[in-house]
Each structure stands twice: as structure tokens, then as C-alpha cells.
């Protein structure tokens, strides 16, 4: 009678590091030790001071390409930034989100999933954002997290409650087909169009300049970037209804597209030092 093996640090880390190239699948409980010494310095390394992002648009952008690569499946939530080396250690152990490009080409390979884990550092706060996303395929990420969809609408990645990742469908003269984009929340647009038309029947133009420089700043991606013509659209359409003339409306730069973004994450550990408890 087979039994389900239990999942500890040794039997997962050996699943994880035991299925790479030229080496075979081995029993339960079994650790492949010169591997385990060969990769043992970067993986407790990786392990106990993972990168924080500190920048919310390359958040999002590394959350994008992950998503693009199949990592459909996901969970998330804060956690205290002392506790956060313990919770990468955890998902390194029993996931192998720190593997590397080849390691996960083989994985994918042999059918099983792939997982990664992201930090955002969240200003004024000692909490970080975190979210676990993997592909499909075997492994026990699936047994032991209940992760959800982010192809289905009502589960979504997220990030701040601000913006969700979601798949459009691009026109022709666009090239067609389906690709991945960011956008704002339903309830974050409808804050930006309550707080834009209020502006526009007022006299003077000083808080609708202020709150389209702060629109004009969101991630430029491209569904953020149609909302954000959207919104101003309507704003210059009450500014006239309220005004009867343009010439005092706001004229400030239009919201860019972003580009590929260098990785500025930080060291946990850098964190740490910079907000001693």
C-alpha cells in the first residue's frame, strides 16, 4: 500500500534540489549531500536575507512577467518585517521559489510547478506586502497553500487594493490577441472620479492642477494608462460644463508608458537596520 509521504524540510528540499539535471527522483528522506553543499552557502543566503522591493511599479512589473510565464496560481498577505526572513525560508524550503532559470526550465521539463515570492516594503509601516505565485503542474505548493486563480475575475492579484492584474483583449490594429496588463481597482476609479469632478466646480484650478499631477503619476501601464484618459476625459467634459471656457484648465505632462525597469530591491536585512524595532 503507497502512502503519502509528509512534506518536512528534508523530504521537500531533497524533491526540490534532488529532480535537477543528471539526477534522479531518490526515496523519501533522502538528501543528495554534494549538491546540498554545492548550492548551501547562496541558499541560506537567499534564504534568510531575501530581496524587498521598495518601488511598487517594478513590484508590479516583476508580478506581470511572472504571470506572463504561467505563474497563474497565488496567495499573499502582510507580515512584519521581522518575521518576514522565516516566511521566505519556509516557501524556499518547500517551494524552491529561489531556484534558478535552468533549474526552473527543468522543473517545467518534468511537468512539475515553479513558485516565486515577492516583497514590498510599504512606506511608514514596519509590514511588508508578500505574494506567492506558482505555474501549474506537481508539487505540494498545491497540497499545503489554497491558492487562487488569477485568470478568474473574482480572484485577481492585487496590490495595495489600488490596481489588479487582469488579461484584455488587444485589437486588431493592436496585433490582436490577448495579453496581460494592470489596472485600476473599480472602487480606487471611482474614488479618482468622484475626487476630479469635485475639483472641477471649484473657482480656482489649484486643486484640479494637484490632483492630475498626482493621476499623471500611477504606473503607466496600459490598461492604468486607458483609465487614466478616461478619467481626464471626463474631468475636462465637467470642467467646461462648469466653467463654459478651457483656458484655465490644467495642462499637465500625460502619463507615460513604462519601460523595463532595473531591479531596486533591497536586502532584508538593509530594512532591518534602517527601522530597528
Same mark, same amino acid.
Given at each position: ?10 523530504? =521537500? ?16 528522506? $533522502?538528501?543528495?549531500? @554534494? ?17 524587498? /522591493?521598495? /518601488? #511598487? %511599479? =517594478? ?11 504561467? /505563474? ?5 498577505? %502582510?507580515?512584519? *518585517?521581522?518575521?518576514?526572513? !522565516?516566511?521566505?525560508? #519556509? ?18 521539463? #518534468? ?13 511608514? +509601516? ?5 505574494? *506567492? ?37 488587444? &485589437? ?16 480606487? $476609479? ?6 476630479? *469632478? ?15 499631477? +498626482? ?14 484618459? +478616461?478619467?481626464? %476625459? ?7 460644463? !462648469? /466653467?463654459?471656457?478651457? &483656458? ?25 537596520? *534602517?527601522?530597528? @524595532?
Amino acid at each position: 500500500m503507497n502512502m503519502a509521504r509528509p512534506y518536512s524540510y528534508e523530504t =521537500v528540499f531533497s524533491d526540490t534540489y534532488a529532480s535537477l539535471p543528471g539526477r534522479a527522483i531518490q526515496p523519501s528522506g $533522502y538528501r543528495p549531500t @554534494s549538491l546540498y553543499t554545492k548550492y548551501q552557502p547562496d541558499l541560506e543566503k537567499v534564504m534568510t536575507d531575501p530581496l524587498i /522591493h521598495i /518601488h #511598487k %511599479t =517594478v513590484l508590479m512589473q516583476r508580478l506581470l512577467d511572472a504571470v506572463v510565464r504561467g /505563474h497563474y496560481w497565488h496567495t499573499g498577505g %502582510t507580515i512584519p *518585517l521581522e518575521k518576514a526572513a !522565516r516566511l521566505a525560508e #519556509k516557501f524556499t524550503a518547500h517551494y524552491g521559489t529561489t531556484l534558478n532559470v535552468n533549474q526552473r526550465a527543468y522543473r517545467k521539463a #518534468k511537468g512539475m510547478a515553479n513558485a516565486k515570492l515577492f516583497f514590498l516594503a510599504q512606506r511608514g +509601516s514596519r509590514d511588508l506586502s508578500w505574494w *506567492l505565485v506558482a505555474t501549474s503542474g506537481v508539487g505540494c505548493i498545491h497540497e499545503m497553500e489554497s491558492l487562487n486563480d488569477a485568470r478568474a475575475r473574482s480572484s485577481r492579484i492585487r496590490v495595495d487594493e489600488d490596481y489588479e492584474l487582469l488579461p484584455v483583449t488587444r &485589437s486588431k490594429q493592436r496585433g490582436g490577441g490577448t495579453c496581460w496588463t494592470w489596472r485600476m481597482t473599480r472602487i480606487r $476609479y471611482g474614488e479618482w472620479a468622484e475626487t476630479l *469632478l469635485a475639483a472641477c466646480r471649484k473657482v480656482s484650478n489649484r486643486q484640479a492642477t494637484q490632483l492630475l499631477g +498626482s493621476l499623471n503619476r500611477s504606473p503607466g501601464f496600459g490598461g492604468i494608462r486607458q483609465q487614466v484618459y +478616461s478619467l481626464a %476625459t471626463a474631468m475636462k467634459r465637467e470642467w467646461r460644463r !462648469r /466653467h463654459g471656457s478651457m &483656458s484655465d484648465f490644467p495642462e499637465v505632462a500625460k502619463l507615460s508608458y513604462v519601460e523595463r525597469l532595473s531591479d531596486t530591491a533591497v536586502p532584508l536585512s538593509e530594512l532591518l537596520k *534602517l527601522n530597528p @524595532s
